[in-house]
């Protein structure tokens, strides 16, 4: 299995790293915390509909972005769980978010 990371959070940029490169499985900025809960649905919907749940990862923070407990507030960061885990596809967890880890 090959698995690839980008920080492309667009749905067609992110589409187009997976038809270049093979990868089997690829983790995106897709579900950035910052964005608008409309623009992570449509995210969603559009990869959904281009590539079947085994070639999709889901990630919310990351060794960039930092813990997600330090992106959000707690409360969001529950949710946040819930919804890697409901969605379609490989939910990807970092190291200390599954405890609320903050950074620093």
């Given amino acids: 299995v090959l698995i690839g990371v980008t920080e492309q959070f667009s749905p067609d940029d992110i589409i187009a790293v997976l038809n270049k490169t093979g990868v089997d499985l690829l983790l995106t900025d897709a579900l ?41 507030e707690l409360a969001k960061v529950k949710l ?5 885990l409901t969605l379609p596809g490989t939910p990807v967890f970092n190291y200390g978010d599954e405890i609320g880890l903050e950074d620093g």
Avoid: C, F
């Avoid at 079947?52 to 330090?70: K, P, Y």
């Fill in 32 to 72: 950035k915390p910052t964005s608008k809960a409309l623009d992570i649905a449509h995210a969603v919907d559009r990869l959904y509909s281009a590539y079947n749940q085994t070639r999709l990862a889901w990630n919310i923070g990351g060794r960039i972005a930092g813990h997600l407990a330090s992106l959000v």
């Fill in 80 to 84: 946040s769980q819930l919804m890697l």
